[in-house]
């Protein structure tokens, strides 16, 4: 297998830095002690030991988004609107570090949102920048105590949505090509050959949820008392939407730049927020917490999977890290299943 | 289920709205106007096409844009209409608009409801406030094609006299002796022709047969849920029983989350349901 040295990862990244921008796990300035996917430039320390707070899904969904500009202008003939669409022309973006989990949550909204023409509606923005992301990913050895990817068929062995897969060995990584275009990168003379074993790959924890899909439709469903009880102590903040590598929702808002100019916009949104599906009349059919955590979890384990095909989690346990009232999913999930 | 295209332009750009420009606006009620707009794409103009119950989203570039009923009958081929209720930021600023202002519009969204299915079947309307938009234009298509219909029935309901909406059409209807149409306010005045009392109620006294029937309603949620009650008591069985859903919307396209119904998207399912669809779905209204 080709293998790279710890101490040479830095020029591998410069490599790759001649293909487009490299995002890898990073520790900010002014953000110490917090692992996050950022712009890497040469001389820049990545973070391969440590999670990443936050998804990389802003590579393919950024937080916001330009999707088209405006202006009126006053002819002879009246007033007249212009509209013109976002650039969508880009070159590769490299990420580089990503998990199993952050590489597979890809395909997971691949099923969505980059169908072939025909199929479905296209996501034009999120299907130029798909198209363009190159994935290296770094196979986890050891999870921590709110992963659960192992739930999934081939746990930390996945290499969906992955272009390269590197396997800590030695003292470096192991590389494994697992597209067209991870075979062009094992082509940079970069690497060496190495006869070391690839590591045994953590097993994280098990939650078993292919019995929802129907229950969540069902007796779940009309069971808000259950949901009461779960969700008493969430506080309806949006910060396990967000921190998400599937969850997509998403506003759309126009802003004005002058008085006749001016940009429609889309940004991130949040199931779990009471404005999301509030209605004109003040009618809103997801009025409680109680209502919105099921519909996270509906979404998750049974709508989508049930539309789509592929559950929308992959039990990178983002969510179970960073709630600020210690609400886990995967609580949720074994409870719903004893039920 | 759904008819929206799914491949060319719209299928790529989905998000991108075409561009319209307001030809006509008619004062309807205190609140709501309606606007019959014209794509600036005379190519378009022409070969646009929908069905009754299909919704578009009509726009002001700097407010945003929202969900409408077409209002129009398909066989409108010089405009396309919306009747807009204003209730919030960019049905102020449609409600703005005079003629020659620039609209967008994405359209035609959503599915319709299944007139082909419809054929040789009497049909009962039941319509109440802004709900009669995506009636108006099943109730025109209707008598575009009359003979492909048995009995016609229109119960129109309005809160007062003067929240009575498509009054030139009230007009042809009740005059064209062709269609059964009544209008109901809830409460009445000197002048008031029609019936009064509430919808349930009127519905109740016709006592339509559900013989070769289907029932359409669309309104206020608590005015289609005693229609609903009335209709069930009168032996409508759910799969003759149509009405729409509304949700809040933003893309229109199934992609940005927040008008599903447990795993059904009102803005690419629908709007248009059966009762028994409905049945079927989670109980999340
Ligand atoms: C399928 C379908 C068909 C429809 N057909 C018609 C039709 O034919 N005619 C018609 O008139 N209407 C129709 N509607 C309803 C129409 O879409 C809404 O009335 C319209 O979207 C309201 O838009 P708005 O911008 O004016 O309201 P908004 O200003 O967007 O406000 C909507 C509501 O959201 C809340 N809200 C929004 N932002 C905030 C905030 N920042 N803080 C607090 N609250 C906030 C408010 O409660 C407000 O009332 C239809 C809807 C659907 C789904
Ligand atoms: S992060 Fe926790 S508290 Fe916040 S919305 Fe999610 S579950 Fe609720
Ligand atoms: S729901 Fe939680 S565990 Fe699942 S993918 Fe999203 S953040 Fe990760
Ligand atoms: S309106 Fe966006 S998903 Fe239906």
């Given at each position: 297998?080709?293998?790279?040295?710890?101490?040479?990862?830095?020029?591998?990244?410069?490599?790759?830095?001649?293909?487009?921008?490299?995002?890898?796990?990073?520790?900010?300035?002014?953000?110490?002690?917090?692992?996050?996917?950022?712009?890497?430039?040469?001389?820049?320390?990545?973070?391969?030991?440590?999670?990443?707070?936050?998804?990389?899904?802003?590579?393919?969904?950024?937080?916001?988004?330009?999707?088209?500009?405006?202006?009126?202008?006053?002819?002879?003939?009246?007033?007249?609107?212009?509209?013109?669409?976002?650039?969508?022309?880009?070159?590769?973006?490299?990420?580089?570090?990503?998990?199993?989990?952050?590489?597979?949550?890809?395909?997971?909204?691949?099923?969505?949102?980059?169908?072939?023409?025909?199929?479905?509606?296209?996501?034009?923005?999120?299907?130029?920048?798909?198209?363009?992301?190159?994935?290296?990913?770094?196979?986890?050895?050891?999870?921590?105590?709110?992963?659960?990817?192992?739930?999934?068929?081939?746990?930390?062995?996945?290499?969906?949505?992955?272009?390269?897969?590197?396997?800590?060995?030695?003292?470096?990584?192991?590389?494994?090509?697992?597209?067209?275009?991870?075979?062009?990168?094992?082509?940079?003379?970069?690497?060496?050959?190495?006869?070391?074993?690839?590591?045994?790959?953590?097993?994280?924890?098990?939650v078993p949820f292919e019995a929802l899909e129907a229950k969540l439709v069902g007796s779940l469903f009309s069971d808000l008392d259950f949901w009461r009880e779960l969700t008493a102590k969430c506080v309806s903040?949006?910060?396990?939407?967000?921190?998400?590598?599937?969850?997509?929702?998403?506003?759309?808002?126009?802003?004005?730049?002058?008085?006749?100019?001016?940009?429609?916009?889309?940004?991130?949104?949040?199931?779990?927020?009471?404005?999301?599906?509030?209605?004109?009349?003040?009618?809103?059919?997801?009025?409680?917490?109680?209502?919105?955590?099921?519909?996270?979890?509906?979404?998750?384990?049974?709508?989508?999977?049930?539309?789509?095909?592929?559950?929308?989690?992959?039990?990178?346990?983002?969510?179970?890290?960073?709630?600020?009232?210690?609400?886990?999913?995967?609580?949720?999930?074994?409870?719903?299943?004893?039920? | 289920?759904?008819?929206?295209?799914?491949?060319?332009?719209?299928?790529?750009?989905?998000?991108?709205?075409?561009?319209?420009?307001?030809?006509?606006?008619?004062?309807?009620?205190?609140?709501?106007?309606?606007?019959?707009?014209?794509?600036?794409?005379?190519?378009?103009?022409?070969?646009?096409?929908?069905?009754?119950?299909?919704?578009?989203?009509?726009?002001?570039?700097?407010?945003?844009?929202?969900?409408?009923?077409?209002?129009?009958?398909?066989?409108?081929?010089?405009?396309?209409?919306?009747?807009?209720?204003?209730?919030?930021?960019?049905?102020?600023?449609?409600?703005?608009?005079?003629?020659?202002?620039?609209?967008?519009?994405?359209?035609?969204?959503?599915?319709?409801?299944?007139?082909?299915?419809?054929?040789?079947?009497?049909?009962?309307?039941?319509?109440?406030?802004?709900?009669?938009?995506?009636?108006?234009?099943?109730?025109?298509?209707?008598?575009?094609?009359?003979?492909?219909?048995?009995?016609?029935?229109?119960?129109?309901?309005?809160?007062?006299?003067?929240?009575?909406?498509?009054?030139?059409?009230?007009?042809?209807?009740?005059?064209?002796?062709?269609?059964?149409?009544?209008?109901?306010?809830?409460?009445?005045?000197?002048?008031?022709?029609?019936?009064?009392?509430?919808?349930?109620?009127?519905?109740?006294?016709?006592?339509?047969?559900?013989?070769?029937?289907?029932?359409?309603?669309?309104?206020?949620?608590?005015?289609?849920?005693?229609?609903?009650?009335?209709?069930?008591?009168?032996?409508?069985?759910?799969?003759?029983?149509?009405?729409?859903?509304?949700?809040?919307?933003?893309?229109?396209?199934?992609?940005?989350?927040?008008?599903?119904?447990?795993?059904?998207?009102?803005?690419?399912?629908?709007?248009?349901?059966?009762?028994?669809?409905?049945?079927?779905?989670?109980?999340?209204?």
């Amino acid at each position: 297998m080709k293998f790279i040295a710890s101490d040479r990862i830095d020029g591998l990244l410069e490599r790759l830095g001649e293909r487009g921008p490299v995002w890898a796990p990073r520790e900010p300035e002014g953000a110490a002690g917090t692992v996050l996917f950022a712009p890497w430039r040469p001389g820049d320390a990545v973070e391969l030991d440590r999670f990443t707070t936050l998804s990389a899904k802003k590579l393919v969904l950024p937080a916001s988004e330009k999707l088209l500009s405006f202006s009126y202008s006053l002819t002879p003939e009246g007033e007249a609107l212009d509209i013109t669409g976002a650039d969508q022309g880009r070159g590769d973006t490299v990420l580089f570090g990503a998990r199993v989990c952050d590489a597979r949550a890809f395909t997971v909204l691949d099923a969505l949102l980059a169908l072939p023409p025909g199929e479905s509606y296209q996501d034009p923005g999120y299907r130029s920048r798909r198209r363009n992301l190159l994935v290296i990913t770094l196979a986890c050895t050891a999870g921590d105590a709110a992963c659960f990817c192992s739930s999934w068929k081939e746990g930390t062995a996945s290499t969906q949505g992955s272009d390269l897969m590197l396997y800590p060995a030695g003292e470096g990584y192991l590389a494994r090509s697992v597209s067209p275009r991870g075979e062009e990168l094992l082509a940079l003379d970069i690497w060496e050959d190495s006869d070391l074993e690839p590591p045994e790959l953590a097993v994280t924890d098990r939650v078993p949820f292919e019995a929802l899909e129907a229950k969540l439709v069902g007796s779940l469903f009309s069971d808000l008392d259950f949901w009461r009880e779960l969700t008493a102590k969430c506080v309806s903040c949006g910060y396990c939407t967000y921190t998400c590598p599937t969850c997509y929702c998403f506003d759309m808002y126009d802003e004005m730049s002058s008085s006749r100019d001016g940009e429609r916009c889309r940004s991130w949104d949040a199931c779990m927020f009471y404005l999301y599906t509030l209605e004109t009349s003040g009618h809103n059919p997801r009025p409680t917490i109680a209502h919105r955590y099921r519909n996270r979890i509906g979404h998750k384990f049974s709508y989508y999977p049930a539309n789509q095909g592929p559950v929308l989690c992959t039990g990178c346990g983002r969510c179970i890290r960073g709630c600020p009232v210690g609400l886990d999913i995967r609580d949720v999930l074994r409870a719903a299943g004893e039920r | 289920m759904s008819t929206i295209p799914r491949q060319g332009k719209k299928a790529l750009e989905p998000l991108r709205p075409e561009k319209a420009t307001v030809v006509d606006v008619i004062r309807e009620t205190h609140n709501i106007k309606s606007l019959r707009v014209v794509f600036d794409d005379e190519e378009l103009m022409t070969s646009f096409t929908f069905q009754p119950g299909q919704v578009g989203q009509l726009g002001v570039m700097g407010a945003g844009e929202s969900t409408f009923a077409i209002a129009s009958p398909p066989s409108q081929r010089e405009y396309i209409q919306f009747s807009v209720m204003k209730t919030g930021v960019v049905t102020t600023a449609i409600h703005e608009l005079a003629v020659g202002d620039r609209v967008t519009v994405r359209a035609p969204m959503g599915n319709h409801f299944p007139v082909d299915r419809w054929q040789g079947k009497n049909v009962l309307v039941i319509g109440g406030g802004i709900g009669m938009a995506p009636l108006r234009s099943l109730f025109l298509h209707m008598m575009d094609h009359r003979e492909e219909y048995g009995h016609l029935q229109l119960i129109y309901g309005a809160r007062t006299p003067s929240d009575i909406c498509y009054r030139d059409d009230c007009r042809d209807w009740k005059q064209c002796g062709d269609v059964d149409f009544i209008t109901t306010i809830d409460t009445g005045n000197q002048d008031w022709e029609g019936r009064v009392g509430l919808v349930p109620a009127v519905l109740e006294e016709e006592e339509p047969s559900p013989e070769n029937n289907i029932a359409v309603t669309c309104g206020p949620p608590v005015m289609i849920k005693f229609v609903l009650e009335s209709l069930g008591k009168m032996g409508f069985r759910d799969e003759q029983i149509y009405t729409t859903l509304e949700r809040r919307m933003k893309c229109g396209i199934g992609l940005c989350g927040r008008c599903n119904v447990g795993p059904r998207y009102v803005c690419t399912d629908g709007p248009v349901f059966s009762l028994k669809e409905l049945g079927e779905l989670p109980d999340e209204m």
